[in-house]
């Protein structure tokens, strides 16, 4: 009789044992579940927070990308149009000088044209060599209004040799003429302003 007594006390206190252990693990597993959902909670949240950020981030990029591509696209615009300005101011430009040069050799050739219709007339005439020498002296005097007209002088041959007017080509020493003295001219020089069209061809003493 005592061995079933004991035999009964020891199944009950399994049964209580087992019972308690599984109330402890049940509450151990409601807590871990509590604090699993609390955490995947504020984890959700701050991933929220997370995405919300990137998402204002990109939208601030896609905004600024958009004023970029409108600020390269007016630049590429400027650019275009100057281009095209520049290249029609470089054609405007040699035009105006090919223009400028043409009228330049008009007017010259036209003060010209009175000359050589002098010495036609002058080969046309008949008459002795006076007559012929009078002739060309005319036409010497028409082709120097000519020049006068253009605003060409002759170049000064005369005193002391000055490189940036004559060409010395011949050299003599001579102890009655000073230093650089200009003995004679070979070639007459002529200029327009200070632009200097021929130099003077001149033999120099000392």
Known sequence: MVDNKESKLNEECKENTSTEFEVGCDAATEECIE??????EETSEEVLDFTKVLKDKVAALEEEVKLLNNKLETAGDRFIKLSAEYDNFRKRTNK????????????????????????????????????????IEMVIRGFKDSLVKLNVEEVESEGEFDPN??????????????????????????????????????????
């Not at 604090?35 to 995947?40: G, V």
């Not at 007017?107 to 020498?133: C, M, Q, T, W, Y």
Request: aromatic share 6%; charged share 30%; glycine share 6%.
């Open 35 to 40: 604090e699993t959902e609390a955490t995947s």
């Open 96 to 135: 105006e000088k090919e223009n400028i040069y043409t009228d330049a050799c008009a007017d010259v050739l036209k003060e010209f044209l009175p000359v050589l219709d002098n010495l036609e007339r002058s080969v046309a005439v008949g008459g002795d060599i006076e007559d012929f020498k009078t002739g």
């Open 165 to 206: 007017l004559h060409n010395a080509v011949m050299h003599i020493e001579d102890s009655s003429l000073g230093a650089n003295q200009i003995v004679e001219v070979f070639l007459k020089g002529y200029k327009r302003g200070d632009k200097v069209l021929r130099y003077s061809m001149v033999k120099v003493a000392n």
